[in-house]
T-cell receptor, first 113, second 117 residues
Framework: GIQVEQSPPDLILQEGANSTLRCNFS?????LQWFHQNPWGQLINLFYIPSGTKQNGRLSATTVATERYSLLYISSSQTTDSGVYFCAVERGLLTGGGNKLTFGTGTQLKVEL | DTGVSQDPRHKITKRGQNVTFRCDPISEHNRLYWYRQTLGQGPEFLTYFQNEAQLEKSRLLSDRFSAERPKGSFSTLEIQRTEQGDSAMYLC???????????????FGPGTRLLVL
């Protein structure tokens, strides 16, 4: 099956700092989503971004599908940004992947005052 | 639109007991998914429904696990003869089907935390 690798695995930031999280995937994908999992376990949708660039407030994401990676940018980080960030991909029915998301192992982010 | 809901949020059971979880998807979503997440890992796919049809099952879904979506609305996931290794967070997600726009985006519920003693 498709492999999804995220880096770094852990990240500690001072409030106000910027960061870049990376997601590499091993095959072409039909769907790519970024999630934030809060301390209570809720997965919060950040971006649906199989290709291109999107921005939402202090967060932005870029996926370069031809090179099989995606980046999540967090600017002016806040303590409420703490949690685990997951990248998840779906290969799609036509490429034999079905309709399931395959998740990376996540980046654990801690933002300190 | 109240989002995906799951019940119960927490379940503690003894090894060997049966448990059942419920998921209510976003009302206009035809696709419903179950995932399992263990500590320190990303969620792993278990099974997927398109309306009432169960279209795909993971090898993780042993014969002790069964999922249903009888009327194409809510879904249940039952685990029979629970084992300590079943302890995990069970997540449900839903998405629109093709032709409904943003068809691939999956929205997740809050999960059910299962602890098997």
């Amino acid at each position: 099956g498709i492999q999804v690798e995220q880096s770094p695995p852990d990240l500690i930031l001072q409030e106000g700092a910027n960061s870049t999280l990376r997601c590499n995937f091993s095959d072409s994908v039909n769907n790519l989503q970024w999630f934030h999992q809060n301390p209570w376990g809720q997965l919060i949708n950040l971006f649906y971004i199989p290709s291109g660039t999107k921005q939402n407030g202090r967060l932005s994401a870029t996926t370069v599908a031809t090179e099989r990676y995606s980046l999540l940018y967090i600017s002016s980080s806040q303590t409420t940004d703490s949690g685990v960030y997951f990248c998840a991909v779906e290969r799609g029915l036509l490429t034999g992947g079905g309709n399931k998301l395959t998740f990376g192992t996540g980046t654990q982010l801690k933002v300190e005052l | 639109d109240t989002g995906v809901s799951q019940d119960p949020r927490h379940k503690i059971t003894k090894r060997g007991q049966n448990v059942t979880f419920r998921c209510d998807p976003i009302s206009e979503h035809n696709r419903l998914y179950w995932y399992r997440q263990t500590l320190g890992q990303g969620p792993e796919f278990l099974t997927y429904f398109q309306n009432e049809a169960q279209l795909e099952k993971s090898r993780l879904l042993s014969d002790r696990f069964s999922a249903e979506r009888p009327k194409g609305s809510f879904s249940t996931l039952e685990i029979q003869r629970t084992e300590q290794g079943d302890s995990a967070m069970y997540l449900c997600a839903s998405s629109p089907s093709e032709g409904q726009g943003a068809r691939e985006t999956q929205y997740f519920g809050p999960g059910t935390r299962l602890l098997v003693l």
